[in-house]
């Protein structure tokens, strides 16, 4: 599996080969991750909750979703490269944080607020 | 800069340790990536494309966007995980089809269509 | 019950009386859009969908989710305003246009498809 | 041009048609709202600020983002009738709870915090 950094190099060359780093200012890319968010939201769209696992192994809504998936990867590395910004760095120092803000015992099970997943956006 | 391999394991932890799997489903993960998507959007909302480079080192705005980039990424890992599918992977494969859909030569610096970085989209 | 033309004529007064009209070219509007869906979205993310609508009713749920439908609102009227597009009439059209390409004899509780609430996308 | 009640008459009727009621929880109607919201946002993403009235009076631009914003606007309105909530005083609600909290006066062409736009989410 290739590693972040291989991938941000990839893609560096990728976007460099076709100059298309005139358009990458951090606002459109923020753009980028939205509008592709929006597409691998599409494809749950009408599914139920219960059926999601099994219509995410349906060999054709699973291409959709893994390209749908690498979209919004894409754009977050092309962010991250753009801005400087080492994202496993800042996977794990929110971890770090939301394992703070969201002590187990009292966290435990609770739907409520499991929103956890974003402290600091309340 | 730990792994996705390792990012991943310890948000497993996390998750199992509050017993939030159960929120989990894969239609749930897709819209908490494509929430935290918005939130991140919202940050570059009103800054000029000029300034959204300087916005990204305003050390306030900084790790706002830090904090949303990281909730992308948690989310987009929670649900590689929960379907199977390797995020690393995926976005190598992607690549590597946007590399044959847009031929260096034929894109270089044409802005109609970069949204060529979402081949099957349109 | 305000009109849509009543509503636009409030936003663009609340508008002018703060200077705001600088700031609300149409990729911002559209940026203020989709931050706010993803707002909207947030209100609905871990909730199960057979739970969703008496979620809609509980009080304090239904005043946030009524708060982010009108900020989505909003945010449609002033993009509409500000690039002379008549919102009624754009809903009218489209849904015209859905029903010629989604037959309702054929389509009828077909849930593959009824994306079928956006052609053109696909 | 239609009110918002005969357009709700008007997409009542072709839901019921189509027997498409069963989709229509109110949380994928609010994935709806956000997956449409995601590609009206695609139609600017590469678009420079101060080029996006222009783009928005191309023709082929236009219909494509009259089409995104109608079907963002049928996703709100689809919402609202499941809920039960009138979206025109929802967003003459809003709009009055804003002009409270955005005081004309202090708020003049202020870019900080037009975020201002969404009280109630910071």
New interface residues.
């Given amino acids: ?5 291989q ?1 941000t190099a ?2 560096r060359t ?1 976007v460099a ?4 780093q ?2 990458h ?4 890319l ?21 059926e ?2 099994a ?3 349906e060999p054709q809504a ?1 291409a ?4 749908e ?9 092309l ?2 490269d ?2 400087g ?11 770090a ?3 703070q803000r ?1 002590p ?1 015992e009292a ?3 609770r ?1 409520e607020r ?5 402290p ?2 309340e």
Same sequence: chains 1, 2, 3, 4.
């Fill in positions: 599996m290739p590693t972040l950094d991938l990839a893609l990728f080969d076709r100059d298309w005139q358009f200012d951090p606002k459109n923020a753009m980028l991750v939205a509008s592709e968010a929006g597409e691998l939201l599409a494809e749950y769209r009408w599914v139920r909750g219960e999601a696992d219509h995410s192994r699973r959709r979703i893994a390209a998936v690498a979209d919004v990867g894409i754009g977050l590395l962010l991250c753009r801005i910004l080492d994202l496993g760095e800042a996977i794990a120092g929110k971890l944080a939301n394992a969201y187990a966290s435990r099970g739907a499991p929103a956890g997943l974003r600091g956006s």
